[in-house]
């Protein structure tokens, strides 16, 4: 009888512990114990915002490289660029995760030339990430983003820098810097997609089908003679055995 009860207590015991943890311990359990696996890089081709886009024959522009004409001061200068990069994944290639690792190139001037001082001198830019997946084809799944059918595809955006300031007539400040910025909860996760609107099971075809994703950039900018934009982008997610 003794036996009987050690062997029922090991058997609670190691239960137990074989229990998968929870949401609210660790945040992630679609992922938790597996291992990383890299998906790809891609980087963006460059965003100018220039007062004159006429091409510097010493310095000509890649291809795909986009130039917007900047606004008279001191009317701001919006941008909303897509195409600026691919990347395709293939069936199957991870399990319940899409995480990042983005690095932008930060580089731009404000220089007030209005002749009085200016409250809002300004700099923002973001990544702007498309997926493409089959899965987001059906009719009835809808984007709590807009309100209408994903159509095959989402769109989420990544802020990566901003500054607003005033700034005095006449004065001048220019900055160029790289920053990077790490996954926390995963560009896209099962569990973020189930909090969108699919079911679990759709959730979990979602990372079974080949994906699309294209590139862009928008922002913002104000008071500045010139502005650029670009990144580069990594891709992770996790292994499919624990």
Same mark, same amino acid.
């Given at each position: 009888?003794?036996? &009987? ?7 609670? !015991? !190691? ?23 890299? +998906? ?6 460059? /965003?100018?915002? $220039?007062?004159?886009? *006429? ?24 941008? &909303? %660029?897509?195409? +600026? !990069? *691919? ?23 404000? #220089? &007030?030339?209005?002749? /009085?001082?200016?409250? &809002? ?10 997926? %493409?997946?089959?899965? +987001? ?7 709590? !983003? ?17 500054? @607003? ?21 995963? #560009?896209? @996760?099962?569990?973020?997609? /189930?909090?969108?609107? +699919?079911? %679990? ?18 922002? *913002? ?13 990594? $891709? ?7």
């Amino acid at each position: 009888m003794k036996s &009987n009860v050690i062997a029922l207590g090991l058997l609670i !015991a !190691a239960t137990a512990q074989a229990a998968p943890p929870t949401a609210e311990e660790v945040g992630d359990p679609d992922s938790f114990g597996r291992d990383v696996i890299y +998906l790809g890089n891609a980087q963006t081709s460059n /965003v100018a915002l $220039l007062t004159d886009c *006429t091409p510097d024959p010493m310095f000509p522009p890649a291809p795909n490289d986009r130039c917007i004409v900047l606004n008279a001061q001191p009317t701001a200068t919006n941008f &909303n %660029e897509d195409g +600026l !990069a *691919t990347l395709q994944l293939p069936a199957d290639s991870t399990k319940s995760l899409i995480c990042f690792a983005v690095t932008p190139n930060v580089n731009y001037e404000f #220089l &007030n030339l209005t002749g /009085v001082q200016q409250a &809002n001198a300004r700099y923002s830019a973001r990544s702007v990430i498309t997926i %493409e997946n089959e899965v +987001l084809d059906d009719p009835t799944l809808i984007d709590p !983003a807009t309100g209408l059918p994903y159509g095959g595809k989402m769109q989420l955006g990544l802020s990566t820098y901003s500054e @607003s300031r005033s700034i005095a007539a006449g004065e001048r400040s220019q900055k160029s810097m790289f920053l990077s910025r790490h996954c926390i909860g995963g #560009l896209v @996760s099962k569990r973020s997609l /189930v909090a969108g609107g +699919l079911s %679990e099971l759709q959730a979990k075809q979602f990372f079974k089908k080949p994906m699309k994703f294209t590139f862009g950039a928008s922002g *913002t900018v104000q008071i500045v003679d010139f502005a650029n934009y670009f990144y580069g982008i990594r $891709l992770y997610g996790d292994s499919k055995d624990k």
